[in-house]
C-alpha cells in the first residue's frame, strides 16, 4: 500500500510538471500564472462534485444505530444481495468492532493531550508544517 500511494504521489507530481509545461509553453504573460492556479481547481471540483454521490460508510451508519442502512450500502458496495453471506459475515464483523470499541470507551480529544501521545502528535504536526513550510509543493 506505501508504495502504490507513493506511485501515486509521483504520478501527480509527473502530470503537474506537464500541465505546468504545457501552460507555460502556451500562455504568455500573466496569464500563465492565472491559468496554472486555475488548473488546480479542476480535480478540487471534480472531487467536490463525486463526494456528493458517494453513500455513508457501513462503519459509521452502525455507529450512529442505522444498521439497515448500513446492510443496504454494503450490498451495494460488494455488489450482491442482503442476504448474501459475504455481506452478512462483513456486517456482523463491522458490528462486533464497534461492540468492542464501545466496551473499551468513547475517545475525547482530551486523550490527545496525555503523556506519550501529546510527543506522537506533536511529532506528527511538526512534520506536515515543516514539508510545507519548506515550499516543496511550490516547487512542484
Known amino acids: ?3 502504490v500511494q507513493q506511485l501515486m504521489i509521483t504520478i501527480g507530481i509527473f502530470v503537474a510538471s506537464c500541465v505546468n509545461t504545457v501552460i507555460f509553453k502556451v500562455v504568455r504573460g ?12 479542476v480535480p478540487g471540483v471534480l472531487l467536490l462534485i ?4 458517494l453513500p455513508f460508510s457501513p462503519r459509521w451508519l452502525l455507529n450512529k444505530n442505522r444498521g439497515q442502512e448500513a446492510l443496504k450500502v454494503l ?3 460488494r ?8 455481506v452478512l459475515t462483513e456486517f456482523h464483523d463491522i458490528q462486533d468492532g464497534i461492540a ?7 475517545a475525547t480529544w482530551s486523550e490527545l493531550l496525555k503523556k506519550g501521545i501529546s510527543n506522537r502528535l506533536a511529532i506528527a504536526v511538526l512534520l506536515q508544517f515543516f514539508q510545507q ?6 516547487i512542484m
Open 75 to 77: 450490498a451495494r458496495l
Open 1 to 3: 500500500m506505501v508504495a
Open 30 to 41: 500573466d496569464a500563465q500564472f492565472r491559468s496554472a492556479l486555475g488548473a488546480q481547481c
Open 133 to 138: 513550510w519548506t515550499g516543496i509543493n511550490i
Open 50 to 53: 463525486l463526494t456528493l454521490i
Open 79 to 86: 455488489a450482491a444481495s442482503m442476504a448474501s453471506p459475504q
Open 100 to 106: 468492542i470499541e464501545r466496551e473499551i470507551g468513547n
